[in-house]
């Protein structure tokens, strides 16, 4: 989990038609802030909780983009989806006996603040995000329990046979192609006088010493192994493919290149043993995503869900500056 600091939007105010004319009323106020949203069995997503998470996740937009109505409904949208499908999974994984220990989220609390420098740092993130300190250890809680019911979820999932590996092999080749490839090193510098020196110096020095020395790019530290380069890859690089043996200059936007085509290889497709671990991975995700979208809609089949867009369409969005 990381915070995202907010851009030029400030002082964003999530604001209900109805509450405007309630200001001098609190009881109706707060009748109104409890009033539910979004009821997914025994858990309610509240206008007020609603508004909150509208108003935190709008700060990531800039000024304009958070009042446009497209934006501001596909949010809200969003909002009412995620929550549908976190209480689904919080109930399933009680139904599981799926429980995040004390000393479990401590821990993993512990490992998040470490990557701040101090706990002020830490504060300022989450005032940034407008979450209280328990507010977010809450959240953290919910994505420890979520990774557990996909772990859960994924036991049952069997790996894919060779017929089935071969199978997505030939049915998607053209993934495995490779165009022709050069292996090139080379010493970029910023001045013609330059790189005539070190041409000079080429017939008697070695290349990777000459790139530890003069090089401006950060391969030069590596002796200006640049490795294997793809036709097509980098334009400024594609002459390299048609041209003949020996050292080759060329200049791009970084400076005069001095390069050395050390290896070719012709374009060809790769044999199904190298790409073998590539295709268990995308079936194996293949598998986890339609076992997810079966699990979710046997949860929602099985659950009872209200949602009040009457409700949610009222909660208006007001964006102002600091100093408004």
């Not at 209480?87 to 479990?104: F, G, H, K, P, Y």
């Not at 997505?168 to 165009?179: A, G, V």
Request: hydrophobic fraction near 40%.
């Amino acid at each position: 989990m990381k915070f995202l600091k907010s851009p030029a939007l400030t002082g964003l105010f999530i604001l209900s038609a109805m509450t405007l004319g309630l200001a001098g009323c609190p009881s109706s106020y707060q009748k109104l802030s409890t009033k539910p949203v979004e009821k997914v069995n025994d858990h309610v997503l509240t206008s007020k909780q609603f508004a909150n998470q509208l108003a935190r996740r709008l700060r990531n937009f800039d000024a304009l983009a958070a009042k446009d109505p497209n934006n501001i409904h596909r949010v809200k949208e969003e909002i009412l989806r995620d929550f549908l499908v976190k209480s689904l999974t919080l109930d399933w994984a009680r139904s599981q006996s799926i429980v995040i220990s004390e000393a479990m989220l401590d821990k993993e609390v512990d490992a998040l603040r470490a990557n701040y420098p101090d706990d002020l740092s830490f504060r300022r993130s989450l005032a940034q995000e407008n979450l209280s300190f328990s507010e977010w250890r809450e959240e953290l809680r919910y994505s420890l329990v979520e990774k557990e019911v996909f772990k859960k979820l994924n036991e049952k999932i069997k790996p894919p046979t060779d017929e089935a590996i071969k199978r997505y092999y030939e049915d998607h080749k053209d993934r495995f192609k490779r165009k022709d490839r050069i292996y090139i090193q080379q010493i970029v510098v910023d001045e013609d006088a330059k790189a005539d020196a070190i041409k000079v110096d080429l017939k008697t020095e070695n290349f990777a010493e000459l790139a530890k020395k003069y090089s401006i790019t950060p391969e030069g530290k590596n002796g200006g192994i640049v490795g294997w380069i793809e036709k097509g890859a980098v334009d400024y690089f594609d002459p390299l493919f048609s041209a003949g043996s020996g050292l080759q200059t060329i200049k791009s936007p970084f400076g005069i290149h001095l390069i050395r085509v050390e290896k070719k290889a012709p374009a060809t497709t790769l044999p199904l043993e190298e790409v073998k671990s590539q295709i268990i991975r995308a079936l194996r995700a293949q598998r986890e995503q339609a076992e997810y979208v079966a699990w979710l809609d046997a949860q929602l089949r099985s659950s009872k869900v209200l949602k009040d867009y009457e409700l949610m369409n009222s909660i208006k969005v007001d964006t102002r500056g600091a100093n408004d």
